[in-house]
């Protein structure tokens, strides 16, 4: 695959774009379907990490509510085809903390991490089969989806031909 197939580019200029964004990407892995999936959140404050997981949720079929897991940590959802855990390391005061979490014991098959700021774990959890990287850009926003293995370039290949 080329440079250019495992990275692309959106702006969103409203809230709703990034809602549609994270839904456009859970189009994409329920067409993958993979076992499971480890995506990476990468962001500042406000960059709209958590506005992207409520429409991949939504996406995904998820119905209630999206809350931030800035203070929970760990927000699980049980879906028909996957658990799915959004995770916010921004309050831990030490990567070795991740470890308390549970993550390797609760992600085994059929499941997706979805994990805002991923690096305070200092590479002590999974890495990623998709990052996203989202920067504020103006009254919007700018997201970059980059694929890190096969895994992630699968969903990605769907990924570009539903946009």
Not at 67 to 90: F, G, N, Q
Not at 114 to 119: A, D, F, G, K, Q
Request: negative net charge; proline residues 4%.
């Amino acid at each position: 695959m080329s440079e250019s197939e495992l990275e692309r580019v959106v702006q969103l200029p409203a809230e709703s774009a990034t809602l549609e964004a994270g839904r456009t990407l859970a189009e994409a892995v329920i067409a993958v379907c993979p076992n499971r999936l480890v995506i990476h959140l990468i962001g500042d404050l406000g960059a709209g990490k958590t506005t992207f997981v409520r429409g991949l949720l939504r996406g995904l079929g998820h119905e209630g509510r999206v809350p931030s897991p800035t203070y929970t940590l760990v927000e699980p959802y049980e879906l028909a085809d996957y658990s799915i855990y959004h995770v916010d390391l921004y309050r831990l005061a030490k990567a070795d903390e991740v470890q308390y979490l549970g993550l390797e014991e609760a992600c085994s098959d059929r499941s997706l991490l979805l994990v805002e700021w991923p690096e305070r774990a200092a590479g002590r959890i999974e890495k990623p089969d998709l990052s996203v990287v989202l920067a504020i850009d103006g009254a919007g926003r700018s997201l970059l989806l980059r694929a890190e293995n096969t895994t992630g370039a699968g969903v990605m290949a769907v990924c570009a031909t539903s946009a």
